[in-house]
């Protein structure tokens, strides 16, 4: 559900990177707050995972894909502010290393996949867990995060003029309900590995477990994902507002590609390792550099 930069170009790109900016921020101050933390590495690991696993593309019907947003998952594990902030983390790897979702539209990514995904959805999950119990609540939680993301980007698209709210809102949730299934499946079996057995580990397994088999995702089991258009992709394909543009931004490793390697499939799992080192590399340190902010700051 990465909008790319064409897709929106009006007003709604500086509101949206507005509104992300200050959530971001106000889930930074959260976290700080917060007196259960997990360790720097532990919290790069899952940064890396989600990564690796957001390039895991699903088929679903109609020659459509989808793909993990994490949101659920991330906040199940880490906590909804760290979960906002691994999610926000994530997204602009993609979209500065790897053109997986528009520069200019960045505030836009970051609002529907880490306020409204992590966000929301982690306080879904929590509100829900009393009633229906941890594996119901997630799974609830993470379909309907898919939903509220989808929800808004109908909202955006309309705003911004490219297409019909009517005709793109029920394009968007038709399909999107699909993914979320996936979505929530994943989630519960993720959580209940990364949260409930992996979770109690001891020491260095909580960073080598989900790092290495982060690794072993993008390494390997990246070139094989579904190559059908992404729900979004689809529904711009429908209704025609996917514009071709120049991108705002050269990307190291465009389309998750190792220019210098002519064999697709080594080219993108090394895309998907480098990827895996650079989440695990710059979420360790913002977690660090979180752990140093003065509390005199957060009161």
């Known amino acids: 559900m990465h909008i790319p930069d064409a897709m929106l170009q009006g007003a709604i790109c500086p509101v949206t990177a507005t509104v992300s900016v200050v959530g971001v921020l106000a889930a930074a101050w959260w976290a700080t707050k917060s007196e259960r933390k997990p360790s720097a590495g532990r919290f790069a690991a899952i940064v890396a995972l989600l990564f690796a696993a957001q390039m895991m593309n699903f088929p679903v019907m109609h020659g459509t894909s989808g793909h993990l947003l994490g949101g659920v998952l991330a906040a199940s594990v880490l906590g909804t502010p760290l979960g906002v902030l691994a999610i926000a983390l994530v997204v602009t790897i993609q979209s500065l290393v790897f053109a997986d979702g528009g520069v200019t ?143 705002a931004f050269v990307s190291a490793m465009p389309d998750y590609s190792v220019a210098a390697i002519s064999n697709a499939s080594l080219s993108t799992g090394l895309a998907g390792l480098a990827g895996v080192l650079i989440c695990f590399t710059l979420g360790f340190g913002l977690l660090r550099g979180l752990e140093r902010v003065p509390p005199l700051c957060v009161k």
């Open 105 to 247: 539209v960045l505030g836009a990514n970051v609002f529907n996949m880490a306020l409204l995904g992590a966000g929301v959805g982690g306080w879904l999950q929590q509100r829900l867990v009393g009633a229906l119990g941890q594996y119901a609540a997630t799974a609830v939680a993470a379909w309907g995060a898919v939903m509220l993301a989808a929800l808004a980007v109908s909202v955006e698209l309309a705003l911004d003029g490219q297409v019909a709210f009517g005709s793109v809102l029920a394009a968007m949730l038709g399909t999107h309900a699909l993914i979320g299934v996936g979505e929530a499946l994943i989630t519960v079996a993720a959580v209940a590995l990364l949260a409930n057995r992996w979770g109690h580990a001891e020491g260095k397994a909580q960073v080598a477990v989900p790092l290495l088999t982060a690794a072993l995702v993008g390494l390997l089991l990246s070139p094989f994902a579904s190559g059908f258009p992404d729900g979004l992709e689809w529904v711009a394909g429908q209704y025609q507002f996917l514009h071709e543009a120049a991108p």
